[in-house]
């Protein structure tokens, strides 16, 4: 299923981070410890932001 923006102002960044955010939260719930899910967080995290720096350095 393609993502489709709510708005059209949403940048294409939104359709960057979804499936960051949709992978790692599966990825999380399926992890054999909470150490393991927070780690998966974090890298997901680490992820988004630095697409949001190139993001945001780009304009």
Do not use: F
């Not at 923006?5 to 499936?19: F, H, K, N, Y």
């Not at 599966?26 to 998966?40: H, M």
């Amino acid at each position: 299923m393609r993502p489709v923006s709510a708005r059209p102002e949403q940048s294409r960044l939104s359709t960057v981070l979804l499936p960051i955010t949709r992978d790692a939260l599966r990825a999380a719930v399926n992890a054999p410890t909470d150490t393991a899910a927070l780690d998966i967080c974090a890298a997901a995290l680490l992820a988004i932001a630095s697409h949001v720096e190139c993001e945001v350095s780009h304009g």
